[in-house]
């Protein structure tokens, strides 16, 4: 049957098609926009609490790693060329260990010109000795003359006056003498400056200097260390307490850890210390329900060796019992 165009009508057949199509376009679109509702494994696996506080009152909390001496964050006195960088990530160094040092031609050339006064000025002084005593004795002898028509006033005043000037550029040379060994001794101190040493014993946690680099002198405001280390036997872990928990938490009462992501590897550790001071937080989980405007009680526990189970900087979850909970 032919389509008569003709009789064709806008209202009674062409708008009712339109509608159609578009209740089916409709359709399909609400369709495609469903969430997928296909059950999968998470991507990380959740924290859980430790057995033994699964039916207990508990504290929980996020840590983060550190050593136990706090982490070390070195830089230099001094600027200039790095000559000689001595350690790398993953050194163990003892105390007074060089780690890396600074160009010191500029300050070696200073001490050079320093000793050299300092010859200068004891032979100064050798020279002032001699004149002085020469000075004294003729002064003396002068003196000592009975017949006072022998030796003149004059004289007598000259050699007073010699006298005097020997002493004066005795004082002189001494005075330089001093002064040239000071600036020895602060060449010396800087040349010290120069060649920076670990403060402690300990690991090398970062290096980010290299051979050659020029350094400026670390001037705070973000400024990146040139060298982290640290006391990582053994390791401790500050776990951050919301300051509405910290109440209810047991006071020396040990504490259940995890990797973050592996909760199954659960170790016990040992309570070190709380701080007394009570501050912002500023250790994020990058959950999206984490409150970031709360300020925290940091407890300090120390982990045991669990052969590289936990690292420095790696985020934790922690169980501790809460306070009139069954220990």
């Known amino acids: 049957m032919a389509l008569d165009l003709k009789n064709l009508s806008f209202s009674r057949q062409i708008l009712p098609l339109i509608a159609v199509v578009g209740l089916l376009a409709a359709v399909a679109f609400?369709?495609?926009g469903l969430p997928d509702r296909e059950l999968s494994e998470p991507g990380r696996e959740p924290p859980r609490a430790p057995e033994q506080l699964a039916a207990e009152a508990r504290v929980a909390g996020s840590g983060v790693v550190e050593p136990s001496s706090e982490t070390i964050q070195i830089g230099s006195a001094l600027s200039g060329l790095i000559t000689g960088l001595y350690v790398q990530p993953g050194d163990r160094v003892g105390e007074?260990?060089?780690?890396?040092?600074?160009?010191?031609?500029?300050?070696?050339?200073?001490?050079?010109?320093a000793e050299a006064a300092i010859a200068e000025a004891r032979a100064a002084i050798a020279e002032a000795e001699s004149a002085r005593n020469t000075a004294a004795s003729q002064l003396a002898l002068y003196r000592n003359v009975e017949d006072p028509a022998a030796v003149s006033r004059a004289e007598v005043i000259r050699?007073?006056?010699?006298?005097?000037?020997?002493?004066?550029?005795?004082?002189?040379a001494r005075a330089r003498l001093d002064a040239a060994q000071a600036r020895a001794g602060s060449a010396r101190t800087e040349i010290a400056r120069l060649?920076?040493?670990?403060?402690i014993a300990g690991e090398i946690l970062a290096v980010n200097i290299r051979k050659g680099e020029y350094v400026s002198t670390m001037g705070g405001g973000g400024a990146q260390p040139f060298i982290e280390m640290g006391q990582t036997s053994p390791l401790h872990v500050r776990i951050d307490i919301d300051e509405e928990q910290?109440?209810?938490l047991a006071p020396g009462a040990p504490a259940t850890v995890s990797p973050r992501g592996a909760s199954h590897k659960q170790v016990e550790a040992l309570f070190v210390?709380?701080?007394?001071?009570?501050?912002?937080?500023?250790?994020?989980?990058?959950?999206?329900?984490?409150?970031?405007?709360v300020r925290v009680l940091q407890v300090i526990y120390q982990l045991p060796e669990t052969n590289g189970l936990f690292r420095v900087g790696q985020q934790v979850d922690a169980y501790i019992a809460a306070e009139g909970a069954d220990q």
């Open 30 to 32: 609400i369709l495609a």
């Open 96 to 113: 007074g260990d060089l780690l890396f040092t600074v160009d010191d031609r500029a300050v070696r050339a200073q001490l050079r010109e």
């Open 159 to 172: 050699a007073e006056g010699e006298a005097t000037a020997a002493g004066e550029r005795l004082r002189l």
């Open 195 to 199: 060649k920076v040493r670990a403060p």
């Open 246 to 248: 910290a109440p209810r």
């Open 273 to 293: 210390r709380a701080e007394p001071l009570v501050v912002p937080k500023r250790s994020l989980t990058n959950s999206a329900a984490e409150r970031v405007d």
